[in-house]
Structures are given as C-alpha cells and as structure tokens.
T-cell receptor
Framework: NAGVTQTPKFRVLKTGQSMTLLCAQD?????MYWYRQDPGMGLRLIHY???????AKGEVPDGYNVSRLKKQNFLLGLESAAPSQTSVYFC????????????FGDGTRLSIL | AQSVAQPEDQVNVAEGNPLTVKCTYS??????LFWYVQYPNRGLQFLLK??????LVKGSYGFEAEFNKSQTSFHLKKPSALVSDSALYFC?????????????FGAGTRLFVKA
C-alpha cells in the first residue's frame, strides 16, 4: 500500500522550461491537493480537486495548471518555470473535507535556475 | 480571514521533560484544528485533530493537544519528550464556513529534543 506517490522526487529546470509533476494515490480518496512549502511560510495551497474531472484554484495558483482526468491521479504543470517557483511541492489527499485529515506524499524538490 | 500563528520558530527541551508547542488561530466559525509532524525529507504526517467535544484530544506517539476556545489556542503537548520527537510541527485549521476543505497551515515550529 503505497499511499501517496509523487514523481519525480527531484528536478532542476531552466527558466522558461515546462514540466509536469505527478501525484498518484491508491486510497480511493475524493479530495486531492497541491501545496508548495517555502522556508518560514508553512504550506500554501496551489490548486485542489474535490473529485475526478474537477479542479479549483487555491491560495497561490498563478503560473500553475492542474488536471484530474482519473480519480487516482492529480497532475501539476508549470507552464513556463520561473526562479520564484523554486520550492518543495507536496501532494495530499483526503477522504473528504471538514474533519478529515490529509495524507501527504514525500514531496518533489524543484529548483529553477 | 483565517490565520494560524505559531509564535515560536524553535522549541528546545531536554529528553524526559514535558514539551509544549504553541498555536493560536483566527477563524470566523467553529474551527477544525489539526497538528501534523514533518521529518526530514518526508511529507507531513497527521498527529491529531479537534472537531468538537472534549477540549483535550489525544493523538499518535503520545502527543495530546488542548483546545481553548476563549484564547483561540490549540497547543500541542507531550508529558515526556523523546529525542526521536525532534521534527518540524505544523498547526492547521479549517473553517467550515468556507467549505471545510481549505486548510491554513502555520509556519511551523522546529522541536529539538536534547539527550
């Protein structure tokens, strides 16, 4: 039982390049989230999904796009990478909202040069 | 607006001593409160939550947290710290009045337990 798996684990990009981060879950959770973690700022929500085929913007969505074509996968795309997007990206899932806790992947460390 | 404050960047405690990691919050309604722990190069792991009921909630690894509505606080506690408790701890809140799925995280508190 893998839980939440993020690929890749590390990536270095040049400014202007594009890439896609993959999040896969085997827990059959409805809700999926993408966060970025920056030192001293906690986690900030980029985009989220409350079910297959649905996505919505979070707190810091600019420069990112997402898709959830299958329930178990949630993709985060960087259209044209910028140094300000250097961060650690975490995917999380939950059964639902309100009192349901989130389950996190181990993160993708992304550096934009 | 929702917010979470963790006033201490770092907490230092000796092994065997009690520990407290502080958290205060601001939401418009009755909050759902969570504590998560993060070990190096890992994702966050759920420790405990407060939804309603008893103000003292117990969670994983011997941790507990006390909800205080009048002080809008949700401090994490453990009676006897272990070196292995050294990690980064995050307090988080959900406001049911805004849909109940957006989570606001504090900036984190690094706990260092000295042997």
């Amino acid at each position: 039982n893998a839980g939440v798996t993020q690929t890749p684990k590390f990536r270095v990009l040049k400014t202007g390049q594009s890439m896609t981060l993959l999040c896969a879950q085997d827990m059959n959770h409805e809700y999926m989230y993408w966060y970025r973690q920056d030192p001293g700022m906690g986690l900030r929500l980029i985009h989220y999904s409350v079910g297959e085929g649905t996505t919505a913007k979070g707190e810091v969505p600019d420069g990112y796009n997402v898709s959830r074509l299958k329930k178990q996968n949630f993709l985060l795309g960087l259209e044209s990478a910028a140094p300000s997007q250097t961060s650690v990206y975490f995917c999380a899932t939950s059964v639902g909202g309100f009192g349901q806790p989130q389950h996190f992947g181990d993160g993708t460390r992304l550096s934009i040069l | 607006a929702q917010s979470v404050a963790q006033p201490e960047d770092q907490v230092n405690v000796a092994e065997g001593n009690p520990l407290t990691v502080k958290c205060t919050y601001s939401v418009s309604g009755n909050p759902y409160l969570f504590w998560y722990v993060q070990y190096p190069n890992r994702g966050l792991q759920f420790l405990l939550k407060y939804i309603t009921g008893d103000n003292l909630v117990k969670g994983s690894y011997g941790f507990e947290a006390e909800f205080n509505k009048s002080q809008t606080s949700f401090h994490l506690k453990k009676p006897s710290a272990l070196v292995s408790d050294s990690a980064l701890y995050f307090c988080a809140v959900r406001d049911p009045n805004t849909g109940g799925f957006k989570t606001i995280f504090g900036a984190g508190t690094r706990l260092f337990v000295k042997a």
